[in-house]
Structures are given as structure tokens and as C-alpha cells.
């Protein structure tokens, strides 16, 4: 496909819906009081305010809220008030920046320039249409086009006016091109007259409700479609300015049309309106390559392609069944490899592939064959490669017949030579236990820091970095959007349950987006039960590795399914309003090398600070326990539940008691213990499901406090770790009711 | 908005921001002290915070991209 090769070193276009007057015919300049800058974020607003406005800017807290908003007055006329906005996906506000910025367009402008990504069309042609049906005179500023260009997209600013009946304005804003040309445009804004089209139930709804809005000054349309919404953040302003009767009426719609349609209308809404913006987007846009620009003639190979992935998938999975003979086995695996390396090859390759792949990545049913290939490559480079061969390397080579022996026979040589009985004796015994007793900080915390954990997530934050850079999470985020609806949570639950994938305590901090405290309440139950971090899944995936291959699918299926039924159970107890998930979906790119190693060394530097002072005052904890003779009565107490309830041995104690402080190093004891074959497989699939359900960390369980209170915390942590062994003993009791051992 | 080379690119939603705006997340922790984590200020996708090895590893990397 050729790439575009507009170059925007010279000035780009003004499309203006009328001949702009000839110096013959001044036409009278239109007055403005208080205009808006409105867009979605990141797209350049305040560059442009910069240029509008000035220097002297007022910057303040929107009344009732934290949300920042700037004003100034104009450069061509001191007497307009021009207003910068927060960044906004959709003017039927999901968040407080959303609603202020609506709230600022109800409270009555007499112009709107919206600023918009050109790179990024269809994204902003959603706020267009909301402008569009809210009456309100605007014009379109196509910003980035210099960006734009080097994506190879072309926009056809003309047809774009023509569709939107509004001026349409191209900048540079970071360079100054198109600012003289938007000062002019200013003048022609106009309503748009685009409409987008919604189903019969909502068109002949909004026809009934337009009545009792008549007479305000705001467009009826965007208020009714807001009110049909349920958008309960507008009823402070209907009880202001509707009389009652006429509230009435919109409740009574917005019920009729609920039930008539069995869907939450907000959705379908929002569905419609950015169908019609990305159709409306692909009419005037021209891209080098996009999603959804994959020649008809180039789908069959790339199809082919993409089956020989999944079945080479397919093909090694069954291998690891041990479905097929051991002479046929290394054939079959190169076979399967073969498959997976082709696909990801012509995706490194082609343009089109990776298009190809970034649409099936994120549709419904192919997303989930997408997701399951990335699960089964991931888990053979981490569980396989990373913990079979540079775990038995490190733990067993360097620390087990270097760093261990070393350290002990010298602190052996300072014990023998310390006069007995005397103190220097008794300090260099404890030296030595505490450094590679039993629960040595040598033989223990780091050696499960550096020989097991740390080349098992190297790996993993290697995987993370390369699907990150590839652009698969949000991809993921809509996968995981789709199952989370189906079980009537709110689409917006899904972004801390992502983020909890990387940190579980900056993604409790995230449940603030919620809207209402019982669905903060219930993301953060659901983050703390069940949603492993990076480095507590990278360690289980190692021990997958070791484990037959039924194990991670049992696992991943106990975790899910408990996180799929607190879910489902608790979005029937706690019902809410379900708001929409809007997300910027990027290109599938191919990742940069560089890219990917500066974020692996990143985390693995972040994930050293943070979990080795952890680890050692884990087994700081165990070796006091220890020698205070406590650490055997823990473990006699914690017998009916660890040895009656999960059949683990008594030892598993230590790893579940180091697992409070972090599950991940809970889940390095047991690992280790594995190792020693000291658990069966069923064992070790027990006891990683228990601790997967734990509390994530210390550093968790203080979030919870300050985020839900002293009180919220401890009744959820009451919950979570009697429920946690009550999950691992029926599955102990299903895992060998099944003969599995 | 003016991108800069030094500007984080949140690897969930794309948003640019500033290492600044990443540390803005610090006002409402109460771990925030000694944090290497940066948050997207659009959807709170958390990343390491450059430290002085990532960065002269990028900027050895970049020579090295260049030199090609």
C-alpha cells in the first residue's frame, strides 16, 4: 500500500463552509462572550488556548470539585472569556473531568472549538456528534496533522465539512501552522448538521422527551439522549431547570425504553455513535494501512497464517498431553512451532498481518483463540525456558555449589575459630544462622530472590514488555470488558483488574474511578481475592513449567471461575449504573528491542527495591519465629487447615506465613518445597490456588486501609483468608475424587 | 500537546505525559514514599519511573539506533 507523502512544511488548509469575504466585502465580525475548547485528552488543547489566550491565565478548581479548569481572556477580543476544558472521550460524562466539561457546555457558550487528533479521527468525531445534537456552533481543528502525515493518513478536510457542516481547520499547533487560518475560521462556526441514526425504540423516544425540554436553550436532542442514558449527574440541572411534570416524563421514558430494548440504552448509544463516527472517519480518511484496510485479496494467506498459529498452539499443547508417541513427539513439536513462528514472522514482516491481527486480537470469539495463543507462548517462555533452564542454572550451579558452600564454610571457619563457650562463639553461631541457618538470609530470602524468582520474572517482564509494546493490552482490556459485562459488572471495573495484572496496590488506588462506594468496595475485593500480580504470575507460571499440563488450566480455571462468581454474586447484591468502557485502541506495532529492554531492566530494578527488603523481612519474621520457638507452634495450629483441609504437609505452613507479607514470595516456598519433592502436583496446585486467593502484600492491605477505611480492610482480609482455604480444600477433595494425584 | 522524547507513552491508552504528571498519582498513596511507579493520568497504568540505569541504557541504545 503507498504511504501518503503529504508533507505539512507549509501551511495547511482552512475548509470553510462559505467563500470568505473579499477585502470588498468586510462582513461584520460576530461577537463572543465565552467560548470552550473542548476535546479528548492528549490532543493539544492547551497549546491552542496558549496561542488564543496569552499569558495571563486564571487557573481554578471547578466549584464542587477537584477538576482544574483555565480561563483567559481572548488575544482578538479582550472581552471573550475563553475556557479550557478537561480532555473528554464523551460529553455524557463517565468521570468528574467529563462532567465538568459538560457542565461548562450546559452552563451556556456561545462557541465550541473542538480540538481534535487528526491521527485519531473517529475518536473525535464522537465528541463532534454530541456537539452536533447540544446545537452548539463549532469548529473543527484537525491538529497533528504533521503526525497525522508520518502515519501516513489523509484526511479530506473538505468532504469532512461538507459531511459535518462545519469549518474545518488543519494545525500544526506546537509549530504555530493553521492558528491564523483558526483565528479567521472562528467566525464561520455554525451548528453542524450531522445526525447520528439510533434504534427505532431510542429515535421514537426522543421525539416523545424532546417535548417537555422544549423552550431551553441547550440542544434537546443531546439532553434527551443524556436523559435515555440514565445519566444521573444531569438531575441536579433537570430539577433546576425542568418543572416536575416534565421530569416525570423522562423518567418514564427512560424506564419504557430499558425495558422495551433489555439493554442498558447508554451502551447502545454510545455503540451507535461510534459506529457511525468510524464510518464517517473511513469516507474522508485515506491511511497507509488501517484495521480495517486489509485488502480482500491479502485475507486468505494472512487466515492461513493465523490457523497455522493456532494449531501449532494446538498441536504442542496435545504434545504436552502426551497425546502423541515419543517418535513422533520432536516432529510434531517443530511442526507446532513452526506454525507459531510463521505467524509471528509475517507479523514482524507485513503491515497487513499485523492489522490482520490487531482486529482479530479485539473481536469477539477470535479475541479469545488470540488471547489463548499469547497465553501458551508466554507460559512456554516463562514456565518452560525460563524456570526449567535458568532457575536450575542459578539456584542449583551459582548458589547452590558457589555462593552457599562459600559463604558457609567461611562462616564455619569463624565459628570453629571463636573460643567455645565464649560470646565471639555465641554471636558467630547466630551470625551463622541468620545468615544460612534454615531460614538463613543467604539460603532463603536470596536465594529465593535472585535463583528463583528473579530469572522467572526477568522472563515474564520480558513477555509483559514485548505485549505492551505491541499494543495488545487494550485489546486484552476489551476481551476481559466483554466477559465483565456479561456478568452485569461495570465496563469500567475492568481497567483496575487489568492494571492489578501489573500491581495490585497502585490498581486498588484506581478503584477510586468507580462511581459509587459498593462498586469501589467490590473491585477492590475482587483485585485483593483474586487477581495475581506480575511477579506472583510469573512465579506460578514457572512452577508451571515443572508441573504436568493439566495444572495452570485447573489453576486458571479455580482463580477465574471464584472471580467470575464473587462477581457475578456480588453485581446482583450491589447493583449499579454500568457506564461504558472507552479506550484508545493503538496499532498492532512491532515491538522496538530497545523499548523492551529499557522497561524490562525498569521493572526488574522497581521489582528489586521493592520485594527484597520484603523477602528479607519475611525471613527475618520465620528465623525470630524460629528462635523464640514459635515457629512450630504456628505451624501445630495451622495444622487442621493445612494438613486436615488442604492435605499439604506441615512445612507448607512457613511458605502460606511468608505469604502474607507477599504472595509471591509465598509462592517461592512453594516452589522450593516442589522442587525438594516435598508436594505432589496436587499438592502444589492446591496451595498455589490458596495463596493466588490471598491478600497480595502488606503494602495491599495498608492501601485497603487508607483507601476503604481500618474497618472495610479487616472485614474484607476476614473474608478473603478463611474463603481462600476453603476454596483449596473442595478443590484437594475434587482434584482426587478425579484420581489425580 | 508537545511531545517530548522524555514524555512516558502509557502502553494501555496512549496518553503522553510528563514523568511530573505520572507522580501525580503520589498525592492520594500512602506508599508514595520511595515509589518507582509513574500512573497514566488518564487510566492509571502504572510503569517504572525512568532511574539513572534506564536512562543511560536508552540513551546508549538510541546512539546505537542511530549509528545504523
Same mark, same amino acid.
Given at each position: 500500500m503507498?504511504?501518503?507523502?503529504r508533507s505539512?512544511?507549509?501551511?495547511?488548509t482552512?475548509?470553510c463552509?462559505e467563500?470568505r469575504?473579499?477585502?470588498?466585502?468586510q462582513?461584520?465580525?460576530?461577537?463572543?462572550r465565552?467560548?470552550?475548547?473542548?476535546?479528548?485528552?492528549n490532543?493539544?488543547?492547551?497549546?491552542i488556548f496558549g496561542a488564543?489566550?496569552?499569558?495571563?491565565?486564571?487557573?481554578?478548581?471547578?466549584p464542587?470539585?477537584?477538576?482544574?479548569v483555565t480561563?483567559?481572556?481572548?488575544?482578538?477580543?479582550?472581552?471573550?472569556?475563553?475556557i479550557?476544558?478537561?480532555?473528554?472521550?464523551s460529553?455524557t460524562?463517565n468521570?468528574?473531568?467529563?462532567?465538568?466539561?459538560?457542565?461548562i457546555?450546559?452552563?451556556g457558550?456561545d462557541?465550541?472549538?473542538?480540538?481534535?487528533?487528526?491521527?485519531n479521527?473517529?475518536?473525535?468525531?464522537?465528541?463532534s456528534?454530541q456537539l452536533?445534537?447540544a446545537?452548539l456552533?463549532?469548529?473543527?481543528?484537525?491538529?497533528?496533522?504533521?503526525?497525522?502525515?508520518?502515519?501516513g493518513?489523509?484526511i479530506?478536510?473538505?468532504?469532512l465539512?461538507g459531511?459535518?457542516?462545519?469549518?474545518?481547520v488543519e494545525?500544526?499547533?506546537?509549530?504555530?501552522v493553521?492558528?491564523?487560518?483558526?483565528?479567521?475560521?472562528?467566525?464561520?462556526?455554525?451548528?453542524?448538521?450531522?445526525?447520528?441514526?439510533?434504534?427505532?425504540?431510542v429515535?421514537?423516544?426522543?421525539?416523545q422527551i424532546?417535548?417537555?425540554?422544549?423552550?431551553?436553550?441547550?440542544?434537546?436532542r443531546?439532553?434527551?439522549?443524556?436523559?435515555?442514558?440514565?445519566?444521573?449527574t444531569?438531575?441536579?440541572?433537570?430539577?433546576?431547570?425542568?418543572p416536575?411534570d416534565?421530569r416525570?416524563?423522562?423518567?418514564?421514558?427512560?424506564?419504557?425504553?430499558?425495558t422495551?430494548?433489555?439493554?442498558?440504552?447508554?451502551?447502545e448509544v454510545t455503540?451507535?455513535?461510534?459506529?457511525?463516527?468510524?464510518?464517517?472517519?473511513?469516507?474522508?480518511?485515506?491511511?497507509?494501512?488501517s484495521e480495517?484496510?486489509?485488502?480482500?485479496?491479502q485475507?486468505?494467506?494472512?487466515?492461513?497464517?493465523?490457523?497455522?498459529?493456532?494449531?501449532?498452539?494446538?498441536?504442542?499443547?496435545a504434545d504436552?498431553?502426551g497425546v502423541?508417541?515419543?517418535?513422533a513427539?520432536?516432529?510434531?513439536r517443530v511442526?507446532?512451532?513452526?506454525g507459531?513462528?510463521?505467524a509471528l514472522?509475517?507479523?514482524?514482516?507485513?503491515?497487513?498481518?499485523?492489522?490482520a491481527?490487531?482486529?482479530w486480537a479485539?473481536?469477539?470469539g477470535?479475541?479469545v483463540?488470540v488471547?489463548?495463543?499469547?497465553?501458551?507462548v508466554v507460559y512456554?517462555f516463562?514456565?518452560v525456558?525460563?524456570?526449567?533452564?535458568?532457575?536450575?542454572f542459578i539456584?542449583h550451579?551459582?548458589f547452590g555449589?558457589?555462593?552457599?558452600?562459600?559463604?558457609?564454610?567461611a562462616?564455619?571457619?569463624?565459628v570453629?575459630?571463636?573460643?567455645?563457650?565464649?560470646?565471639?562463639?555465641?554471636?558467630?553461631?547466630f551470625?551463622?544462622d541468620?545468615l544460612?541457618?534454615p531460614y538463613?538470609?543467604?539460603t532463603?530470602?536470596?536465594?529465593?530472590?535472585f535463583?528463583?524468582?528473579f530469572?522467572?520474572?526477568t522472563?515474564?517482564?520480558l513477555?509483559?514488555?514485548?505485549?505492551?509494546d505491541?499494543?495488545?493490552?487494550?485489546?486484552?482490556?476489551?476481551?476481559?470488558?466483554?466477559?465483565?459485562?456479561a456478568?452485569?459488572?461495570?465496563g469500567?471495573?475492568?481497567?483496575?483488574?487489568?492494571?492489578?495484572?501489573?500491581?495490585?496496590?497502585?490498581?486498588?488506588?484506581?478503584?477510586?474511578i468507580?462511581?459509587?462506594?459498593k462498586?469501589?468496595l467490590?473491585?477492590t475485593?475482587?483485585?485483593a481475592?483474586?487477581?495475581?500480580?506480575?511477579a506472583q504470575?510469573?512465579?506460578?507460571?514457572?512452577l508451571?513449567?515443572?508441573?504436568p499440563?493439566w495444572?495452570p488450566?485447573?489453576?486458571?480455571?479455580?482463580?477465574?471461575?471464584?472471580?467470575?462468581a464473587?462477581?457475578?454474586?456480588?453485581?446482583?447484591l450491589l447493583?449499579?449504573?454500568?457506564s461504558?468502557?472507552i479506550l484508545?485502541?493503538p496499532?498492532?506495532?512491532?515491538?522496538?528491542?530497545?523499548?523492551?529492554?529499557?522497561?524490562?531492566?525498569?521493572?526488574?530494578?522497581?521489582?528489586l527495591k521493592?520485594?527484597?527488603?520484603?523477602?528479607?523481612?519475611g525471613?527475618?519474621a520465620?528465623?525470630?519465629?524460629?528462635?523464640?520457638?514459635?515457629?512450630?507452634?504456628?505451624v501445630?495450629?495451622?495444622?487442621?487447615?493445612v494438613?486436615g483441609?488442604l492435605?499439604?504437609?506441615?512445612?507448607a505452613?512457613?511458605?502460606?506465613l511468608?505469604?502474607?507479607?507477599?504472595?509471591?514470595?509465598?509462592?517461592?516456598?512453594?516452589?522450593?518445597?516442589f522442587?525438594?519433592?516435598?508436594l505432589?502436583?496436587?499438592?502444589?496446585?492446591v496451595a498455589?490456588?490458596t495463596?493466588?486467593?490471598?491478600?497480595p502484600?502488606v503494602a495491599?492491605?495498608f492501601?485497603?486501609?487508607?483507601?476503604?477505611?481500618?474497618?472495610?480492610?479487616l472485614a474484607?482480609?476476614?473474608f478473603?483468608?478463611?474463603?481462600?482455604?476453603?476454596?483449596?480444600g473442595?478443590l484437594?477433595?475434587?482434584?482426587?475424587a478425579?484420581?489425580l494425584? | 500537546?508537545?511531545?517530548?522524547?522524555?514524555d512516558?507513552? /502509557?502502553p494501555l %491508552? =496512549?496518553?503522553?505525559?510528563s514523568?511530573?504528571?505520572g507522580?501525580?498519582?503520589y498525592?492520594?498513596?500512602?506508599l508514595?514514599?520511595?515509589c518507582q511507579?509513574l500512573? /497514566?493520568?488518564? %487510566? =492509571?497504568?502504572?510503569?517504572?519511573?525512568?532511574t539513572?540505569?534506564?536512562?543511560?541504557?536508552s540513551?546508549?541504545?538510541?546512539?546505537?539506533?542511530a549509528?545504523r
Amino acid at each position: 500500500m503507498q504511504r501518503s507523502t503529504r508533507s505539512y512544511d507549509t501551511e495547511p488548509t482552512v475548509v470553510c463552509l462559505e467563500q470568505r469575504p473579499s477585502s470588498g466585502q468586510q462582513r461584520p465580525r460576530r461577537k463572543f462572550r465565552r467560548i470552550a475548547l473542548v476535546g479528548n485528552p492528549n490532543v493539544g488543547k492547551s497549546v491552542i488556548f496558549g496561542a488564543l489566550t496569552g499569558t495571563y491565565a486564571t487557573v481554578s478548581n471547578y466549584p464542587g470539585t477537584t477538576v482544574e479548569v483555565t480561563r483567559a481572556a481572548a488575544r482578538f477580543d479582550p472581552t471573550a472569556e475563553i475556557i479550557d476544558t478537561p480532555g473528554v472521550n464523551s460529553l455524557t460524562p463517565n468521570s468528574e473531568d467529563e462532567q465538568v466539561t459538560r457542565d461548562i457546555l450546559l452552563s451556556g457558550v456561545d462557541l465550541v472549538i473542538q480540538v481534535a487528533d487528526a491521527k485519531n479521527l473517529a475518536r473525535a468525531l464522537v465528541l463532534s456528534s454530541q456537539l452536533a445534537e447540544a446545537a452548539l456552533p463549532f469548529v473543527l481543528v484537525l491538529n497533528m496533522m504533521d503526525e497525522a502525515a508520518d502515519h501516513g493518513i489523509s484526511i479530506d478536510a473538505a468532504a469532512l465539512t461538507g459531511e459535518l457542516g462545519v469549518a474545518v481547520v488543519e494545525t500544526i499547533a506546537v509549530r504555530g501552522v493553521g492558528l491564523r487560518r483558526l483565528n479567521a475560521a472562528l467566525h464561520d462556526a455554525r451548528e453542524s448538521h450531522y445526525r447520528v441514526r439510533y434504534p427505532a425504540t431510542v429515535e421514537s423516544a426522543l421525539l416523545q422527551i424532546q417535548r417537555p425540554l422544549s423552550g431551553l436553550e441547550v440542544g434537546q436532542r443531546w439532553l434527551a439522549l443524556m436523559c435515555l442514558s440514565g445519566d444521573d449527574t444531569l438531575r441536579p440541572w433537570l430539577e433546576r431547570n425542568v418543572p416536575q411534570d416534565g421530569r416525570a416524563t423522562l423518567d418514564d421514558a427512560y424506564r419504557q425504553v430499558s425495558t422495551r430494548m433489555g439493554t442498558h440504552v447508554g451502551y447502545e448509544v454510545t455503540r451507535c455513535r461510534v459506529r457511525s463516527a468510524e464510518q464517517l472517519a473511513q469516507r474522508v480518511t485515506r491511511a497507509a494501512t488501517s484495521e480495517h484496510g486489509v485488502n480482500v485479496g491479502q485475507q486468505r494467506p494472512l487466515s492461513a497464517l493465523a490457523l497455522a498459529a493456532v494449531l501449532g498452539s494446538l498441536v504442542l499443547l496435545a504434545d504436552d498431553f502426551g497425546v502423541f508417541s515419543a517418535v513422533a513427539s520432536p516432529w510434531i513439536r517443530v511442526l507446532g512451532w513452526l506454525g507459531i513462528l510463521s505467524a509471528l514472522i509475517a507479523a514482524d514482516r507485513s503491515t497487513d498481518m499485523r492489522a490482520a491481527l490487531g482486529r482479530w486480537a479485539g473481536q469477539r470469539g477470535t479475541g479469545v483463540v488470540v488471547l489463548f495463543v499469547v497465553l501458551y507462548v508466554v507460559y512456554r517462555f516463562v514456565g518452560v525456558f525460563a524456570a526449567g533452564t535458568a532457575v536450575n542454572f542459578i539456584e542449583h550451579t551459582v548458589f547452590g555449589a558457589y555462593v552457599n558452600p562459600a559463604v558457609t564454610g567461611a562462616l564455619d571457619r569463624i565459628v570453629a575459630a571463636a573460643a567455645l563457650n565464649s560470646p565471639a562463639a555465641a554471636a558467630a553461631h547466630f551470625g551463622r544462622d541468620l545468615l544460612v541457618g534454615p531460614y538463613g538470609l543467604i539460603t532463603v530470602a536470596l536465594t529465593y530472590a535472585f535463583a528463583i524468582i528473579f530469572p522467572i520474572v526477568t522472563a515474564f517482564f520480558l513477555a509483559f514488555s514485548v505485549l505492551e509494546d505491541s499494543g495488545y493490552l487494550p485489546r486484552l482490556a476489551l476481551i476481559v470488558n466483554r466477559s465483565f459485562c456479561a456478568i452485569g459488572l461495570n465496563g469500567k471495573a475492568v481497567l483496575p483488574m487489568v492494571l492489578g495484572l501489573g500491581c495490585d496496590t497502585m490498581a486498588t488506588l484506581t478503584a477510586r474511578i468507580m462511581e459509587t462506594p459498593k462498586e469501589r468496595l467490590l473491585v477492590t475485593l475482587l483485585l485483593a481475592l483474586g487477581v495475581p500480580c506480575s511477579a506472583q504470575l510469573g512465579v506460578i507460571l514457572g512452577l508451571f513449567g515443572a508441573l504436568p499440563v493439566w495444572a495452570p488450566m485447573v489453576w486458571g480455571g479455580v482463580v477465574v471461575g471464584v472471580l467470575f462468581a464473587v462477581g457475578f454474586l456480588a453485581a446482583l447484591l450491589l447493583p449499579g449504573r454500568r457506564s461504558d468502557l472507552i479506550l484508545e485502541v493503538p496499532p498492532i506495532r512491532r515491538p522496538q528491542l530497545g523499548n523492551v529492554v529499557i522497561k524490562t531492566v525498569g521493572r526488574l530494578e522497581w521489582y528489586l527495591k521493592e520485594a527484597v527488603p520484603i523477602f528479607v523481612l519475611g525471613t527475618l519474621a520465620l528465623f525470630i519465629l524460629d528462635a523464640a520457638g514459635l515457629l512450630s507452634r504456628f505451624v501445630a495450629a495451622t495444622e487442621p487447615a493445612v494438613v486436615g483441609m488442604l492435605a499439604l504437609p506441615p512445612k507448607a505452613a512457613e511458605a502460606f506465613l511468608v505469604g502474607f507479607f507477599r504472595r509471591d514470595y509465598g509462592s517461592a516456598g512453594i516452589y522450593a518445597l516442589f522442587e525438594r519433592g516435598q508436594l505432589t502436583p496436587v499438592q502444589a496446585v492446591v496451595a498455589l490456588v490458596t495463596m493466588t486467593l490471598f491478600v497480595p502484600c502488606v503494602a495491599n492491605f495498608f492501601v485497603i486501609i487508607r483507601e476503604r477505611g481500618l474497618r472495610t480492610a479487616l472485614a474484607i482480609t476476614a473474608f478473603i483468608f478463611p474463603f481462600a482455604f476453603v476454596i483449596g480444600g473442595l478443590l484437594n477433595l475434587a482434584l482426587r475424587a478425579s484420581g489425580l494425584q | 500537546m508537545n511531545h517530548t522524547d522524555d514524555d512516558i507513552v /502509557c502502553p494501555l %491508552c =496512549g496518553t503522553h505525559y510528563s514523568e511530573a504528571e505520572g507522580r501525580k498519582c503520589y498525592s492520594g498513596c500512602p506508599l508514595q514514599r520511595g515509589c518507582q511507579l509513574l500512573a /497514566c493520568p488518564a %487510566c =492509571g497504568y502504572e510503569v517504572p519511573a525512568p532511574t539513572r540505569i534506564t536512562r543511560l541504557l536508552s540513551r546508549w541504545l538510541g546512539k546505537q539506533v542511530a549509528s545504523r
